[in-house]
């Protein structure tokens, strides 16, 4: 008995020691991977900390002033275009009745698949002076006709609002079925017609999903590079690009995106204020319940508005696409092409894995740990999703070309070997240049699935013998298993998407479809930019029939 009380302790103090010791484990893991993450925006940040007198002069001087001046009227008349159409669309298919409801209802989401910069050449190409549209009115109406120039403020703000719409849509969407008729029936019954109902009940109720939506658009509008690009219509992003590529100052390059980095911040900011103050509320059947039919002319006024923002935003563009595609003489069809398409593949696989990876990481470990410093860490991890490509182009190669440096007077003085670049123009740098922008989208679906894994079952697991990791293999991933393949799905369309991180870290020479989209456009030629936008477009249809039917089945 003795000798069986004495051991108790000495086994209970190993397990607490070992449980101890693997929770230091996964909390290091946290923090060595925010650290590495936190790097490119650390040295950005930096520079504007310590900004270069000559160089802040010339860019308020010649620079930042139209910088300013077009980022504000592109972020204001892309916010007000995407709250116009994202809202009245959302209301419109949440709670009436009318031809095509069903199909418009989850329609209207498409353009999502279509990159904005895709979006931008096939506008330019079709509405442009010399463009299909004007010749065919100019040969119908004979002589010189007015038409609204398409390269344009206002082109510009028109291509990336029906690009970036169904980022209100959706969640406005789902703010408008969770109240269902119910408020506007609670709104009558107080006196009030259907459109003071919208206005003094039902906006106000799903303004926070409102402003979230919007705020992502913000977000999304001043990272954009290719759609901007496509029009000259200089912001940070492109003036980042010129300043490094043009100006071959990268100090230059660091002091922009410095600045819209803080502009980031304070978006980022808002965000987090708008979203504590958002109270849940339980929805029951309010979703499920009848609509409001339609009567007479309106009915098929709300079909044709419908009809006519999906045809401008997707089926016209992708139509445009594929004539274009059609029309192209063999000798304009670039071999290289497949070569293109293989390495957007391998990027976008290896980034989803590596991702899926990390984010796997992190997730157990904000299970498993729930002090401050852990869950700071992992936040701060996450965080790059919200900072833009060209941004992260610049803080990760600063530290890049100073490490190559460091790696090359070692390899000289140690080892007699001149090695003047290593990691710089690798794939390396560009999959965690990736995993920086992405892991946020790999982590958030993960972290939804391990919510619905209880304390109870974990314990139940342990009870029957299995330790820490045969609970992960054999409980947790089973869970995760649909967390996992959403985020991998989404990191590989982001990625093969992604244009300005590929345009300015990848090697030398090797171009993905994305550049190459770039390269052609910047050239005007449209027919040989259409195959590799059709094949982009393709794979963005993935996340959208995922996302329709993961609605479906909630």
């Not at 963005?540 to 479906?552: K, Q, T, V």
Request: aromatic share 12%; proline share 5%.
């Amino acid at each position: 008995m003795e000798t069986s009380t004495a051991r108790a302790p000495t086994a209970g103090a190993f397990i607490f020691s070992r449980t101890r010791s693997n929770s230091s484990g996964w909390r290091l893991a946290v923090l060595l991977t925010a650290l590495l993450l936190a790097v490119p925006v650390l040295v950005v940040f930096s520079a504007f900390l310590s900004p270069e007198r000559d160089i802040w002069n010339h860019l308020l001087e010649f620079v930042l002033p139209d910088l300013f001046v077009n980022t504000l009227w592109l972020v204001i008349g892309v916010g007000a275009g995407t709250a116009l159409l994202g809202v009245s669309l959302a209301w419109l298919t949440a709670l009436y009745d009318f031809p095509g409801r069903g199909f418009f209802s989850w329609a209207l989401l498409l353009p999502l698949a279509v990159p904005s910069y895709v979006t931008a050449f096939v506008s330019i190409g079709l509405l442009d002076f010399a463009g299909p549209l004007q010749t065919w009115l100019r040969e119908i109406f004979g002589g010189q006709i007015w038409f609204p120039p398409i390269r344009s403020t206002g082109g510009v703000i028109a291509v990336m609002t029906l690009a970036l719409y169904p980022y209100v849509y959706l969640l406005s969407r789902n703010a408008f079925l969770s109240q269902g008729k119910r408020t506007l029936e609670v709104a009558q019954s107080l006196g009030l017609s259907r459109s003071q109902g919208l206005f003094r009940a039902a906006l106000p109720m799903a303004r926070p999903w409102i402003a979230g939506g919007l705020l992502l658009v913000f977000m999304e509008t001043l990272a954009d590079f290719g759609a901007v690009a496509a029009f000259n219509y200089d912001t940070f992003t492109t003036a980042i690009y010129k300043t490094w590529f043009g100006m071959f100052s990268l100090s230059a390059a660091a002091q922009l995106a410095s600045i819209l980095i803080v502009m980031v911040f304070v978006i980022v900011l808002i965000e987090q204020h708008l979203r504590a103050e958002v109270r849940y509320t339980e929805t029951g059947k309010a979703g499920r319940q009848t609509r409001f039919a339609l009567r007479g002319t309106r009915r098929w006024l709300a079909s044709f508005y419908a009809a006519l923002v999906l045809s401008a935003g997707f089926i016209v563009p992708v139509i445009q696409l594929l004539m274009w595609s059609s029309e192209a003489s063999v000798d304009a069809f670039d071999p290289r092409t497949l070569q293109y398409l293989w390495r957007s593949l391998a990027l976008g696989g290896i980034a989803a894995v590596l991702t899926g990876a990390v984010a796997l990481v992190l997730v157990y470990a904000n299970r498993r740990q729930t002090d401050v410093t852990t869950r700071a860490a992992i936040r701060f991890a996450t965080f790059g999703y919200a900072v833009p490509g060209a941004v992260l182009g610049v803080g990760i190669f600063i530290p890049v070309a100073w490490l190559d440096a460091q790696l090359s007077v070692f390899a000289k003085t140690i080892l007699g070997i001149d090695a003047s670049q290593v990691l710089q123009g690798t794939v390396l740098v560009m999959l965690l240049a990736y995993l920086v922008r992405f892991l946020a989208v790999s982590f958030n679906p993960l972290d939804a699935a391990m919510q619905r894994i209880t304390p109870s079952t974990e314990e139940a697991a342990r009870s029957l013998g299995l330790d820490s990791k045969r609970v992960l293999w054999r409980v947790h991933l089973p869970i995760l298993r649909s967390g996992l393949f959403s985020g991998a799905i989404l990191v590989f369309v982001d990625v093969m998407k992604e244009m300005p991180i590929t345009l300015m870290t990848r090697p030398f020479g090797w171009d993905t479809l994305a550049v190459r989209i770039f390269e052609m456009t910047s050239e005007g030629q449209w027919e040989r930019a259409a195959p590799p936008a059709v094949a982009l477009v393709l794979a963005g249809l993935l996340p959208i029939i995922w996302l329709n039917r993961h609605a479906e089945k909630c």
